[in-house]
């Protein structure tokens, strides 16, 4: 599956910004999907992760309450939905897919990635 991330931008603390990710190939249904973030200098952490059928989500910590991910099988699409948005949570997004069982967060869990997409949060 081929993944491509859209929708990061410039937004103000406290902002909301809605990321997209278009997946092309067959079989999207089979893959659970993840975004994840790097920010300058730092390791790629787990933002948040969701079902194959997209009834279960799950979230890192810091991003509980602020941010919910989604998935459209009949679109082959993820998103990410980011409220209450932080200085701290400027990075680079990716989205990914991961054949892994249960709730993967861990880069070596995912597969394929898309190329990322800059989310630029100002203070």
């Known amino acids: 599956v081929q993944l491509q991330a859209s929708g990061g931008g410039l937004v103000q603390a406290g902002g909301s910004l809605r990321l997209s990710c278009a997946a092309s190939?067959?079989?999207?249904?089979?893959?659970?999907m993840g975004w994840f973030r790097q920010a300058p200098g730092k390791e790629r952490e787990f933002v948040a992760g969701?079902?194959?059928?997209?009834?279960?989500?799950y979230y890192a910590d810091s991003m509980k309450g602020r941010f919910t991910i989604s998935r459209d099988n009949a679109k082959n699409m993820v998103y990410l939905q980011m409220n209450s948005l932080k200085p701290e949570d400027t990075a680079v997004y990716y989205c990914?897919?991961?054949?892994?069982?249960?709730?993967?967060?861990?880069?070596?869990?995912?597969?394929?990635w898309g190329q990322g997409t800059l989310v630029t949060v100002s203070s």
């Open positions: 990914a897919s991961s054949l892994v069982v249960g709730g993967p967060s861990r880069p070596g869990d995912y597969n394929y």
């Open positions: 190939g067959r079989n999207f249904r089979m893959y659970r």
């Open positions: 969701i079902s194959r059928s997209g009834d279960g989500a």
